[in-house]
């Protein structure tokens, strides 16, 4: 079923749990996710960053193959697809090819274009009972092009768009898309508590999920974290199961070089991954 994020991250902040929005880039990597959270009968919020809806040939094309994946799939869980770190006009983009949720990251803009620009996306989100992601302070690293310093948000300016009415919102509190570096200081859960002490029922998001320790993931969920996305690590595991097969030379043999066979241990690998992350975050039959 798709649907906005809304309810399921109301439930999830209520709840004490966090729902996963785990990033998808091809076929593969959405049945995965869809037959996972079917499995786990949790809700699931899938990610499409602006590079991979373009590898994917468009946002219309990832619109029309998730609707009819679910339908084909008879997948009854909330799925939620979302926009990933959007700019302003590849929101507008999303909106038209029907997706369910955005996020508008204006984080690099000073915050008065910021707040005006996500201001606008909040009415036209409503409008189309869609759900509406913002962000404070950048998220560290690299993440399909999209390059951030990593700086913790200003808790005042949080709540200046949380105000706004969007339906959650991503604060960088020091985490970093991709790997951690060894010398990584951590999470910083002062910033964190600061941020949902001023925006209280706000949901918020943390990004770079990919590596963070399972008790900081556990602590950020108490205070307030509900939406946790999880990108590198699936990549991570679908490339070692497909290098294992390969290196094994099954490839090599009879028809083990036949795409659905050559792909299928990746295809396991990210559904194992997926599984573990939506037990770490509690959302296991929380559909
Ligand atoms: P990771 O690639 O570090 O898991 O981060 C994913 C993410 O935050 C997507 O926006």
């Known amino acids: ?18 729902v996963g929005q785990f990033n998808i880039n091809n076929l593969e990597w959405t049945k ?61 983009k999303c909106i038209e090819a029907g997706f369910s949720s955005i996020m508008f990251d204006g984080s690099h803009y000073p915050i008065d274009e910021n707040v005006a620009k996500t201001k606008e996306l909040v009415e036209v989100c409503a409008e189309k009972g869609m759900s509406l992601e913002a962000e404070v302070g950048s998220i560290g690293g690299e993440e399909d092009g999209v390059i951030g310093k990593g700086e913790c948000a200003d808790p005042a300016e949080c709540k200046q768009i949380a105000d706004l009415g969007v339906t959650m919102l991503a604060a960088g509190i020091g985490n970093i898309h991709g790997k951690y570096p060894e010398n990584w200081e951590g999470l910083s859960f002062e910033t964190l508590d600061a941020i949902q002490k001023l925006t209280g029922d706000m949901p918020l998001v943390l990004h770079g999920g990919t590596g963070i320790p399972e008790d900081m993931i556990k602590k950020a969920i108490s205070l307030g974290v509900a939406k946790i996305n999880v990108n590198t690590e699936c990549q991570l595991s679908f490339a070692a199961a497909t290098r294992k097969y390969i290196e094994e030379g099954k490839d090599l043999s009879g028809k083990g070089f036949d795409p659905r066979k050559l792909l299928n241990p990746g295809f396991e690998a990210i559904k194992a991954t997926i599984k573990e992350k939506m037990e770490l975050f509690g959302s296991v039959g929380k559909a």
């Open 1 to 18: 079923m798709l649907v906005s994020a809304k309810d399921m991250l109301v439930k999830a902040k209520a709840g004490k749990y966090a």
């Open 32 to 92: 995965a996710a869809l037959i996972t959270a079917q499995e786990c009968n949790s809700p699931i919020i899938l990610g499409v960053s602006e590079g991979a809806g373009k590898y994917m040939t468009g946002f219309k094309t990832v619109a029309a193959m998730v609707k009819a994946m679910i339908e084909e799939l008879k997948i009854t869980v909330p799925v939620a697809l979302h926009l990933d770190h959007g700019t302003y006009d590849g929101c507008y």
